[in-house]
C-alpha cells in the first residue's frame, strides 16, 4: 500500500514538471510575445479599418526602430492569422490611448490600420 502512494506521488511530481516545462517553453515563443503585448480588432461604431494595439515594453519601448519592427512583424502576423489585407495594409496613425478611450487590455499605442483594396481587372 505504501509503495502505490509512492509511485502515485511521483508519477504525479513528474506530470507536473512537464507541465510546468511546457508552460516555460510557451511563455519563450514568440507567438506568446504577441498575444502578450498586442490585439487586433474592428472598431467598436464600425468602419473599414482595423484598429492595431500594443503594450510597450522596457525591451520594446516607443521611440526605438528595433522595436517597431518587431510590432511590424506582430501586425502581419494578426493580418495573417485572420485572413485580412491580402492586398496589403498602410498605417493611417500611430498614437499612445486618449484617457477616457475605450481601453479594456491596457494596451499604450494605438494604431489606424487600413487595407489596400486589391486592383479590379478590366478585360
Request: glycine share 4%; proline share 6%; aromatic share 8%.
Amino acid at each position: 500500500m505504501i509503495s502505490l502512494m509512492i509511485n502515485s506521488r511521483c508519477t504525479m511530481i513528474f506530470a507536473l514538471a512537464l507541465v510546468l516545462g511546457g508552460c516555460a517553453q510557451m511563455h519563450d515563443s514568440t507567438d506568446y510575445e504577441r498575444h502578450a503585448n498586442s490585439r487586433i480588432s474592428t472598431p467598436l461604431a464600425g468602419g473599414d479599418f482595423i484598429w492595431y494595439d500594443v503594450k510597450l515594453t522596457p525591451a520594446l519601448p516607443l521611440d526605438n526602430d528595433q522595436a517597431e519592427r518587431q510590432r511590424m512583424v506582430w501586425l502581419q502576423a494578426w493580418l495573417a492569422q485572420r485572413n485580412l489585407c491580402p492586398s496589403g495594409y498602410e498605417i493611417e496613425e500611430r498614437r499612445p490611448f486618449e484617457f477616457l478611450e475605450h481601453n479594456p487590455a491596457q494596451m499604450d499605442v494605438r494604431y489606424k490600420v487600413r487595407c489596400r483594396v486589391a486592383p479590379v481587372d478590366s478585360d
